[in-house]
């Protein structure tokens, strides 16, 4: 951000909406809807299914002058002092705040302090988002006014299912006297007392996807479910009636009348209103019309804080559900985000929109980045980080697999193109453009059934947590998002590359093409040289991203005499299953992770790679330890296909780059050349363009992935593409 400091600024009380020195001059507030009758009025008007509420151009001219009114700058916080404020009442002697989390600290404080009740705390990952977090639960405690109010002493903090225990090991390890109480599996608490009692209260988001939809919550975010503290749940004279057999067949017509009874699902989290909610790596809910970023914006509370170090991952309208749960005037209503932000951005003309939510977002957030620097110090002394992206070579059988895939898609996606509706079968084109992503890892991804990728697609849970898997696929970029919509269950045979009935010709304007091309789908397709790569029959078929994985830990080995750990991260945990054989031909000793895991499983293969010294590397299924994990005991780390979203890349990387490692970090990326990865890293500095002109000012050139995208993904790649102008 300009200045590094990553400070909210402060609009004078004064000055009016429009003015010189206020940098927001340029809102135009709607002139088209009508005038509510009355506060609150609804509008006929349904967004994507969710009904709004209008708001009038006075209004929306209130609520940016109360916005501006709330902001408050470092410069303004009197009587800090760095080593006084380094210091915490309620946390353990032996810990001490850095200079950038008091400044973070004094700030959560000021927010709460006025009228702004909360805010986004965005600071890049490893700078102590979660520390300055607590020093807020410990200064903040409920005070007697906000006790006649109503508001229960509780901080409710909604994380990742993964991450539930590590919030309670470090509020214990830091902080002294909190009660803390965790909310998650089927041994959760049903009463509201309970949890009213609690000083932390810390869950997850399916749990409250799960008890929002039991307290009565429906597809609109505005209304908030009603609370059922005073009565119970009446029954209704009305309740259906099943007829059971005895299981006498002598007496088959003698049936009795049951009445059915539906187990009622206890919805605490909806009948507490809470002193502070706070939601751990809220990028969670950027989906504005999914069930968890609805529940979420329906908790009561006061205070209201958004954690993540990535607030914008694949486009601006990220945001908007960030801004609706805090209650952000006026942008907190979809018809003004949609007008004044989202649509003028898709259209191609961001200049004026990104400037608008870059003076909303400095009002609101703070955020540091690990190159900014106070007093000529940077936040965080780390150790070096390179990047570097290797090129793996394709043998002649995976290339000739290669490309008789992609001339099988292309022909697809061509089919699409000349009908003109690309974009009506977006999702059928992102499977074709999975499948691609697949072959460049190993052929024998290609010919899985799709429904085999749990964690590409749904990641599979703990089978004791079965709510958590109504939510997983918001944990992904937008092409598990979308995969994840399809059904991968249906009965009818599909061809795993076209997507169309194996049994069903479709003729079109030109048939020839319906057959010239044909893929190898098995290993008796492959030379026993390709499959067992020349280092023992009993292996699986070999790939070009495998061997250099081989090389590669064997070049970490050798270098440093087998005292540096490894992290291999894949989105497919085929992929995983494929490298393992090869880790254990070699004597690579690994542990690993991924959706499969239960809780103590997956703390058992935490604990195997950073305790045991003869376990150099830990295989990480991508979504299921991208976030979250603290594994500064490896320094390299292998990213063995790319993934849409730089942003959650740049996650998973932080799991060795972060406050804790001693080493430098060797992060290796490995891209096929020549293939659709090309392509996809030129897609990821478009994602990456979005992030950083929305979180720190300039110009967007670009923010769609529009036909021409596409178009350019499925077109065979050559060694001169790097002259294309894309």
């Given amino acids: 951000m300009p200045g590094s400091s990553g400070n909210p600024i402060s609009i004078p009380t004064n000055a009016p909406l429009g003015s010189r020195v206020n940098p927001y001059a340029h809102y135009i507030p709607p002139s088209q809807l009508p005038p509510s009758r009355f506060n609150g009025a609804r509008s006929d008007l349904d967004v994507d299914g969710v ?179 005073a009565k119970p749940k009446t029954k209704n004279a009305l309740d259906e009636f099943i007829v059971s057999d005895s299981g006498d067949e002598s007496d088959e017509f003698a049936k009795k009348v049951v009445k059915k009874t539906k187990k009622r699902i206890a919805c605490p989290l909806f009948e507490v209103d809470w002193l502070r909610i706070v939601l751990d790596e809220a990028q969670n809910i ?30 601006v309208d990220d945001l908007y559900p960030l801004l609706k749960f805090l209650g952000v005037k006026p942008l907190n209503d979809w018809t003004q985000f949609r007008q ?61 697999f290669y490309k008789a895939l992609q001339e099988r898609t292309t022909l697809t996606f061509n089919k699409f193109l000349k009908r003109g509706d690309v974009m009506k079968n977006y999702t059928s084109v992102l499977v074709l453009l999975l499948r691609m992503r697949q072959a460049c890892g190993h052929p024998g991804l ?69 057959s010239v091309v044909a893929i190898p789908r098995n290993e008796a397709a492959f030379p026993k040289k390709s499959r067992a790569s020349g280092v023992g029959s009993n292996l699986p078929p070999s790939s070009a991203k495998i061997r250099k994985i081989i090389e590669l830990l064997t070049d970490i080995a050798d270098r440093s005499n087998r005292q540096e750990k490894t992290i291999i991260f894949s989105q497919f945990t085929g992929m995983l ?42 295989l990480i299924s991508f979504k299921a330890g991208g976030v979250g994990l603290n594994l500064v005991c490896c320094n390299n780390v292998i990213l063995v296909d790319l993934w849409w979203n730089p942003a959650l890349e740049d996650q998973a990387f932080d799991r060795a780059h972060r406050l804790g490692q001693t080493r430098a970090v060797n992060i290796y990326k490995l891209v096929i050349e020549n293939t659709v990865e090309d392509r996809i890293l030129t897609l990821q500095e478009k994602k990456r363009e979005v992030a950083t002109v929305a979180l720190s000012g300039g110009k967007l050139s670009k923010n769609k992935l529009e036909l021409n995208d596409l178009i350019a993904l499925f077109r065979p790649s050559s060694k001169h593409d790097d002259d294309d102008d894309d």
Wanted: aromatic letters at 4%; charged letters at 35%.
């Fill in 51 to 229: 009904a709004e509420v209008y708001v009038t151009p006075d209004e929306a001219h209130k609520a940016l002058q109360d916005l501006f009114q709330s902001s408050v700058g470092d410069a303004e916080i009197e009587g800090v002092d760095m080593e006084r404020d380094s210091h915490v009442d309620g946390f353990r002697d032996t810990i001490k705040l850095m200079p950038h989390q008091v400044k973070g600290r004094m700030w959560m404080k000021s927010r709460e302090e006025g009228k702004a009740k909360g805010g986004i705390l965005a600071d890049d990952m490893g700078l102590g988002k979660t520390i300055q977090t607590f020093t807020r639960i410990v200064d903040g405690k409920r005070t007697d006014p906000e006790r006649v109010e109503g508001y229960a002493r509780s901080t409710l903090i909604v994380c990742p299912v993964g991450l539930i225990k590590q919030w309670k090991e470090e509020l214990n390890k830091m902080t002294v006297g909190l009660r803390v109480v965790e909310h998650h599996g089927s041994g959760r608490a049903k009463d509201a007392s309970v949890l009213e009692r609690a000083d932390v209260v810390i869950t997850s988001y399916s749990v409250v996807t799960s008890e929002h939809a039991a307290a009565g919550g429906g597809s609109d975010q505005s209304e908030k479910p009603k609370k059922s503290k």
């Fill in 286 to 315: 950027k989906n504005k019309s999914a069930k968890m970023s609805i529940g979420c914006c329906s908790l009561s509370g006061k205070y209201k804080w958004c954690l993540t170090g990535t607030p914008i991952q694949n486009s």
């Fill in 340 to 400: 004044h932000i989202s649509q003028p951005v898709k259209a191609g003309k961001p200049a004026r929109p990104m400037k608008r939510l870059q003076v909303i977002l400095k009002v609101i957030m703070l955020r540091r980045t690990k190159q900014d620097q106070v007093n000529g110090q940077p936040l965080l002394k780390l150790p070096p980080r390179e990047v570097q992206v290797v090129q793996c070579e394709f043998d002649k059988d995976e290339e000739d």
């Fill in 446 to 514: 290609v010919s899985k059934d799709f429904g085999e990728e749990k964690d590409a697609l749904e990641p599979k849970l703990a089978k004791n947590d079965t709510e958590e898997q109504e939510v997983t696929r918001q944990e992904g970029d937008e092409l598990a998002d979308l995969m994840g919509k399809m059904s991968v269950g249906d009965k009818a045979a599909m061809c795993k590359i076209c997507l169309e009935p194996l049994a069903v010709h479709r003729p079109d304007p030109d048939d020839s093409d319906d």
């Fill in 577 to 618: 299953d494929l490298v393992e054989p090869f880790l254990k031909h070699h004597g690579i000793k690994f542990s690993r992770i991924d959706g499969s895991l239960r809780p103590t499983e997956r703390e058992m293969a935490i604990n195997k790679i950073k305790d045991d010294k003869a376990t150099t590397v830990i």
